[in-house]
């Protein structure tokens, strides 16, 4: 890991609309993060227009914490464009995004691997030329019964999941900051045993 600094996007939809979707819960986590850093998210001019974006320091570190404006499956375009902005590598970069393959509260670190249909990790994947980039997996579960996945992450938190939605994100702030700080290793080993 370099001494630049990171560039840290949280996934989500634009618009009230989608806020409090599953789908969202990276949207949500980057919130939390621009909160503690004292970081405000401002859309830029030109390539940096398509997020919402702010520079600063989050647990020492030096981070561009960045929310696409597009929609979720055009996510890659702002990614690209913040990524040669501010002449970053593809191994800075952090991705925070919901994964229905683990359950609900669950939050795991890696890097690289498949998309598992994500549709903004495939997009970001396209438009860097690598899957080899930091994520921050946020465990939202499968949909019930014989829901289609499509719709179950376009739907808001059920009243059970949003007692426990503000520990979800904080943990997954808090893995976040432990990746930014320790690695990737050092912070999987700090993380993955919790839950």
Same mark, same amino acid.
């Given at each position: 890991?370099?001494?630049?600094?990171?560039?840290? $996007?949280? *996934?989500? @939809?634009?618009?009230?609309g989608y806020a409090g979707n599953r789908h969202n819960v990276g949207a949500m986590v980057l919130d939390e993060l621009a909160a503690r850093a004292g970081i405000r998210l401002s859309a830029g001019k030109g390539a940096?227009?398509?997020? =919402?974006?702010?520079?600063?320091?989050?647990?020492?570190?030096?981070?561009?914490?960045?929310?696409?404006?597009?929609?979720? @499956?055009?996510?890659?375009?702002?990614?690209?464009? *913040?990524?040669?902005?501010?002449? *970053?590598?593809?191994?800075?970069?952090?991705?925070?995004?919901?994964?229905?393959?683990?359950?609900?509260?669950?939050?795991?670190? +890696?890097?690289?691997?498949?998309?598992?249909?994500?549709?903004?990790?495939?997009? $970001?994947?396209?438009?860097?030329?690598? +899957?080899?980039?930091?994520?921050?997996?946020?465990?939202?579960? !499968?949909?019930?019964?014989?829901?289609?996945?499509?719709?179950?992450? =376009? +739907?808001?938190?059920?009243?059970?999941?949003? +007692?426990?939605?503000? =520990?979800? $994100?904080?943990?997954?702030?808090?893995?976040?900051?432990? *990746?930014?700080?320790?690695?990737?290793?050092?912070?999987? @080993?700090?993380?993955?045993? !919790?839950?």
């Amino acid at each position: 890991m370099s001494e630049g600094p990171f560039l840290v $996007i949280g *996934l989500g @939809n634009p618009g009230p609309g989608y806020a409090g979707n599953r789908h969202n819960v990276g949207a949500m986590v980057l919130d939390e993060l621009a909160a503690r850093a004292g970081i405000r998210l401002s859309a830029g001019k030109g390539a940096r227009s398509r997020a =919402l974006a702010g520079e600063g320091r989050l647990a020492g570190r030096r981070v561009v914490l960045a929310r696409p404006l597009t929609y979720m @499956n055009e996510s890659g375009g702002p990614v690209r464009g *913040l990524l040669d902005y501010h002449h *970053l590598a593809t191994e800075d970069l952090v991705v925070v995004h919901d994964e229905l393959d683990l359950p609900f509260t669950t939050v795991r670190l +890696k890097r690289g691997g498949g998309e598992g249909g994500h549709n903004g990790l495939r997009s $970001i994947s396209r438009s860097t030329g690598t +899957k080899e980039y930091l994520r921050v997996r946020v465990g939202i579960g !499968r949909p019930p019964g014989r829901q289609d996945p499509a719709d179950f992450v =376009l +739907k808001d938190f059920s009243a059970v999941e949003r +007692k426990e939605l503000e =520990l979800l $994100i904080n943990e997954a702030a808090d893995a976040a900051e432990a *990746l930014l700080v320790r690695g990737l290793e050092a912070a999987q @080993n700090e993380v993955h045993p !919790r839950s």
